[in-house]
């Protein structure tokens, strides 16, 4: 897959293109069947094009401390390269880009730069300055230039629609088997293994604490997880913890993460965590004693959960 970042480097002449448009953050289920139909669309002697910005649309218009991300652009170009996409189109987000009128975004970039042929987009698309621009407008500026336009139902999961929004709520909540329905996967937080305070290791259960890539990212609702973690490249089951270490008085916020069957340090080395389903919310024991009879206990319902997970996993 061909990836540019910004209109400027978008290659000139070539097939038309079949475009699937929207922000993408967390290439759910639903964004995945309006990408799918637009790279199978492209086999008919198209290019299949997605376009995506960066930073978030939200962080510019609404910024809030409280991260918002589902995935980084790091973590989203490769799974848009798995669906088969030719090419992305990695877009500036920012103010001004945000005042583009309607009009220009549909003549000037879908039309004359990106050549658009068929454009693939979810039922309900906004764009333009003010969202003036709709998916109905989209249809209607396709049918005065012969471009073929595909408003792509929302995919049902429960009977509610999938959305970036919903996702973001379940992990806010600690609902990461819920988000993993919506995603089509675990969802997953990757940085580099960190030097910790050794706690772990006086109770017996030595952790990797992991610092996430980006601090733009949502992490899962404070607790302990079953989780899978990807390490020189083996995948292990684990334990991980979301949450300040209440027992011992801890004021910093960490991911640490139990690897079982592994011994050894991580310290520097690269990670992801993939969170498989909650344990229990993090709260604080009288003694380090009682919490380590409690990650005893947490590792049991870890395995359980475990055991249905992917073939490979060393658990």
Do not use: C
């Amino acid at each position: 897959m061909l990836t540019v970042h910004g209109l400027d480097e978008f290659p000139e002449g070539g097939p038309g293109s079949a475009l699937a448009l929207g922000t993408f953050d967390g290439l759910h289920l639903g964004h995945q069947t309006v990408i799918g139909e637009a790279v199978a669309r492209a086999r008919g002697g198209l290019r299949s094009v997605v376009v995506t910005f960066e930073p978030h649309p939200l962080e510019v218009l609404r910024p809030s401390p409280e991260p918002v991300l589902l995935t980084t652009l790091d973590e989203r170009l490769p799974l848009l390269a798995r669906l088969g996409v030719d090419l992305t189109v990695v877009l500036r987000f920012d103010l001004a880009f945000s005042q583009t009128p309607a009009e220009v975004w549909l003549n000037e970039v879908l039309g004359r730069r990106f050549g658009a042929r068929a454009v693939y987009a979810g039922s309900s698309y906004t764009f333009g300055h003010r969202r003036e621009g709709t998916a109905a407008r989209v249809a209607e500026w396709g049918r005065a230039r012969g471009v073929e336009v595909h408003l792509v139902p929302a995919v049902l999961v429960r009977g509610e629609p999938v959305s970036s929004s919903r996702i973001r709520s379940a992990l806010r909540e600690g609902l990461v088997d819920e988000a993993a329905q919506l995603l089509g996967r675990d969802y997953g937080v990757s940085g580099q293994v960190v030097p910790g305070q050794g706690r772990g290791r006086t109770l017996g259960y030595p952790t990797a604490n992991l610092h996430p890539a980006s601090p733009r990212k949502i992490l899962p609702a404070r607790g302990v997880y079953a989780t899978i973690a990807a390490v020189r490249g083996r995948r292990y089951g684990g334990a991980t913890n979301i949450g300040f270490r209440p027992t011992f008085g801890g004021t910093q916020l960490s991911v640490e993460t139990f690897l079982l069957e592994f011994d050894g340090d991580l310290a520097g080395e690269e990670m992801r965590v993939e969170f498989v389903g909650r344990i229990r919310a993090e709260r604080a024991f009288p003694t380090p004693e009682a919490l380590a009879r409690q990650i005893g206990d947490d590792l049991t319902r870890v395995r359980e959960l475990l055991a249905g997970a992917q073939p490979g996993i060393i658990r």
